[in-house]
T-cell receptor
Framework: SAVISQKPSRDICQRGTSLTIQCQVD?????MFWYRQQPGQSLTLIAT?????????ESGFVIDKFPISRPNLTFSTLTVSNMSPEDSSIYLC??????????FGEGSRLTVL | DQQVKQNSPSLSVQEGRISILNCDYT??????FLWYKKYPAEGPTFLIS?????DKNEDGRFTVFLNKSAKHLSLHIVPSQPGDSAVYFC???????????FGSGTKLNVKP
């Protein structure tokens, strides 16, 4: 298993601003993913955070809007840029520490006014 | 194109009875299937998984069944408890585990 800490746990932001979410894992992991859960919706993969290279983004998500850093095997950040109310979601960091199970952090609940 | 589907958005069950949550998938290349439980304001919690080489996996009150020919899996919870009330997501992956596909979730309500 893995213990994943996300900061902030929640925030209320103004339209047009940016917010950076941090994800810290208690062990080194190769695979680190960022998901979004919009209200009443399923979990949607935003991107895979790759250590030492650019993140791999899913269709519909772009680096300018969701820049990601992965400076080492235990840490990553996701920035939500130029926010609008449509970005109000729970953002989740997740990892695959070993045998195939995907573990999630507690999530960062973002409300954009 | 949703490759993992949960067609029942909600399910209500009496305490002590069986809860059966269903999930269908379209991609025959999936090798690994998982169930997650999610409470409001928390991240999803891993419950149980099954490899495509098996048709059943059991862990305490939770059993997952896989029918590869029908591309269908189900989660059985016996007996159901009020604390099981949550949203349940099924997920699927290939064995490289570089991407997980999630269903839309089923909200389970276990009534005391």
């Amino acid at each position: 298993s893995a213990v994943i800490s996300q900061k902030p746990s929640r925030d209320i932001c103004q339209r047009g601003t940016s917010l950076t979410i941090q994800c810290q894992v208690d062990s080194q992991v190769t695979m680190m993913f960022w998901y979004r859960q919009q209200p009443g919706q399923s979990l949607t993969l935003i991107a895979t955070a790759n250590q030492g290279s650019e993140a791999t983004y899913e269709s519909g998500f772009v680096i300018d809007k969701f820049p990601i850093s992965r400076p080492n095997l235990t840490f990553s950040t996701l920035t939500v840029s130029n926010m609008s109310p449509e970005d109000s979601s729970i953002y989740l960091c997740s990892v695959v520490p070993g045998a195939g199970e995907l573990f999630f952090g507690e999530g960062s609940r973002l409300t954009v006014l | 194109d949703q490759q993992v589907k949960q067609n029942s958005p909600s399910l209500s069950v009496q305490e002590g009875r069986i809860s059966i949550l269903n999930c269908d998938y379209t991609n025959s290349m999936f090798d690994y299937f998982l169930w997650y439980k999610k409470y409001p304001a928390e991240g999803p919690t891993f419950l149980i998984s099954i490899s495509s080489i098996k048709d059943k996996n059991e862990d305490g009150r939770f059993t997952v069944f896989l029918n590869k020919s029908a591309k269908h899996l189900s989660l059985h919870i016996v007996p159901s408890q009020p604390g099981d009330s949550a949203v349940y997501f099924c997920a699927a992956s290939k064995y490289n585990f570089n991407k997980f596909y999630f269903g839309s979730g089923t909200k389970l309500n276990v009534k005391p």
